[in-house]
Structure formats: structure tokens, C-alpha cells
């Protein structure tokens, strides 16, 4: 069974910044890829980021590129999302997803893992 747990959600103005943490548990996350999902209400799960394990490699969505930066501790198989500039429109859940093929996904089928999400809230 594997467990992914989102922390660092929380209320922020216009222009401020969070950062996400998900700690993974129950296997060996060294060959996986690990993504960030959001879904706002009466939206669907949209794709925010995504990174490798082994090769530290990047994917952003067109919305948070230049703002969002994705990042992954393996020796605690923890991945992190920092998010500056934060706008109204980044009001969501945030979702982690694991992901146990190569390469990047952005699409929800794609990953076999996810957290249970956490709240971010932007005020204008």
C-alpha cells in the first residue's frame, strides 16, 4: 500500500507565497515520477507539476511557470511545491500523484497514487 500525505496548505494574499510538502511512504519512490494536481470547485483536476525521482527532471503547467517551482528530497522521499506570486486563481485543492512508468504525465489517468489534498486559498 502506498500513502502520499500533502501539509502546507493555508489562506495567503495576492502576491505572497506557500509551500507544499508530500511525503510518500510504503515503497521506493526513487523511480518514480511525482506530480502536483489542483482542482478548484466546480472544476476538474487540472495537471500543475510534475518530477522525476531519478533524473530531476521538470514539467509545468503554462498557468504557474515562472511562479511554481517543484522539487523532491529522496533520502526522505518528500517532494515540494513553492509557490510565489500567488493569484486568486490558484485558489484549489492541491493534489500529490505518484506515478510508477517513466516520464512525466500530465493527465490524471496517468498516475496510480494520490494524496487525499490540501486547501489553498488565495484572497485578493
Known amino acids: 500500500q502506498v500513502q502520499l500525505v500533502e501539509s502546507g496548505g493555508g489562506l495567503v494574499q495576492a502576491g505572497g507565497s506557500l509551500s507544499l510538502s508530500c511525503a510518500a511512504s510504503?515503497?521506493?519512490?526513487?523511480?518514480?515520477?511525482m506530480g502536483w494536481f489542483r482542482q478548484a470547485p466546480g472544476k476538474e483536476r487540472e495537471f500543475v507539476a510534475c518530477?522525476?525521482?531519478?533524473?530531476?527532471?521538470?514539467s509545468y503547467a503554462d498557468a504557474v511557470k515562472g511562479r511554481f517551482t517543484i522539487s523532491r528530497n529522496n533520502a526522505r522521499n518528500t517532494v515540494y511545491l513553492q509557490m510565489n506570486s500567488l493569484k486568486p486563481e490558484d485558489t484549489a485543492v492541491y493534489f500529490c500523484?505518484?506515478?510508477?512508468?517513466?516520464?512525466?504525465?500530465?493527465?490524471?489517468?496517468?498516475?496510480?497514487?494520490w494524496g487525499q489534498g490540501t486547501q489553498v486559498t488565495v484572497s485578493s
Open positions: 500523484a505518484a506515478r510508477a512508468r517513466i516520464g512525466c504525465s500530465q493527465y490524471t489517468p496517468g498516475y496510480d497514487y
Open positions: 518530477i522525476s525521482w531519478t533524473v530531476g527532471s521538470t
Open positions: 510504503g515503497r521506493t519512490f526513487s523511480s518514480y515520477v
